[in-house]
């Protein structure tokens, strides 16, 4: 018999809390987030929630750093984990193939594009914990945790060159994280990214007025 959701959260919780993250950024509060958001969006879209919950809690549950050669195999590495973790749990069989795909396919890395529409939420929550004030504080912390330089001193927002997030945490903005909006797949995601983008664009609008001379 499939757990109750309730049961099933606090069995996925205490798991989450006995696997290591890849950073600060990618802690259980991130996770709680994404949970958090992904249940209203599969209300709004009517999605199933035996899928999308345990696939929001389960989706980081593999750590591999932003900057690690194996980071495009995180996120199956991650879905295989669950599924094992889920099958501990006697969770729902039918279940277990359609959780493993929004796993995998809610990474940028893997560059998989989700196929049910419990994958794309999945996807969707994760990438709105990227945006607005949230987003623009884990963007530090991760620029911060790879020691990249904030900014390029000459051209800090990518006028007369080409972006380089390897090497410049602003340029994340340029490269990803201002264009995630325009790739969210369900309407009920989309409004609230459009929000939360404004705010960064404001953030950075405030950026340059302290340190363009």
Request: aromatic letters at 6%.
């Amino acid at each position: 018999m499939t757990l109750k959701i309730p049961e099933l959260e606090q069995a996925c919780e205490a798991f989450m809390l006995t696997t290591p993250c890849a950073d600060t950024a990618h802690d259980l509060s991130h996770i709680k987030r994404v949970v958090h958001v992904a249940k209203l969006i599969c209300d709004g879209e009517k999605a199933d929630p035996a899928v999308v919950i345990p696939a929001a809690w389960l989706h980081d549950c593999v750590a591999v750093a932003k900057n690690h050669p194996d980071r495009p195999l995180a996120s199956k590495l991650a879905a295989d984990k669950a599924i094992q973790f889920l099958t501990s749990l006697n969770y729902d069989l039918s279940k277990l193939d359609a959780i493993h795909h929004a796993i995998v396919a809610h990474s940028f890395s893997a560059g998989v594009a989700p196929t049910t529409l419990e994958a794309k939420v999945v996807q969707d929550a994760d990438r709105m914990d990227a945006l607005g004030a949230i987003g623009i504080s884990r963007c530090m912390k991760v620029g911060g945790a790879i020691a990249r330089n904030l900014y390029h001193i000459d051209d800090p927002f990518c006028t007369q060159r080409v972006a380089d997030d390897s090497k410049y945490t602003l340029d994340h903005f340029f490269i990803k994280l201002l264009h995630i909006k325009d790739n969210m797949h369900t309407k009920s995601a989309y409004q609230e990214a459009e929000r939360r983008t404004q705010y960064m664009l404001d953030f950075l609008a405030q950026l340059q007025s302290e340190i363009t001379r």
